[in-house]
């Protein structure tokens, strides 16, 4: 089982027989983290993208397993560099990372958090310095 556009599609869909639907054949994907991180790469609808990054983040809550969580990390990392327009999303699906992880192992949750750090440290400061120069503007 896949997850495509049309899946999404449904997901979103103001009916809710089709919602039900998509939400019954997405709880049946056995393995839906990288189900879901292969979506993220190939889909090209922001909102899809978006809507990706939600369901990524509510089954990260769920892994108790490190091991799965340290292989979302790079993936997403990537998304994060290469998806400027849902950047945010995909900072909250590492943040849940780091915090499911450190709940699991604090000694592993701190080094999955330095790794993420270091990729995205530059963005966030950037992003930082852009908020200050507004609130000095302001």
Not at 2 to 26: F, K, V
Not at 76 to 100: K, M, N, P, S
Not at 116 to 124: D, E, T, W, Y
């Amino acid at each position: 089982m896949s997850i495509t556009p049309e899946l999404l599609d449904a997901l979103l869909s103001p009916q809710a027989d089709q919602r039900r639907a998509a939400e019954a054949h997405l709880q049946q994907m056995s393995d839906r983290c990288p189900a879901l991180m292969q979506a993220l790469g190939s889909v090209t609808q922001p909102h899809h993208q978006k809507l990706l990054c939600v369901l990524l983040r509510r089954d990260i809550l769920r892994l108790t397993d490190l091991n799965a969580l340290q292989s979302l990390v790079d993936p997403l990392l990537q998304a994060f560099q290469a998806l400027t327009h849902c950047r945010t999303a995909v900072g909250d699906c590492l943040a849940e990372v780091c915090a499911v992880a450190s709940f699991l192992d604090l000694g592993q949750g701190k080094m999955i958090t330095q790794q993420i750090l270091q990729v995205i440290g530059p963005a966030v400061s950037i992003f930082r310095f852009i908020c200050s120069l507004r609130e000095s503007r302001a």
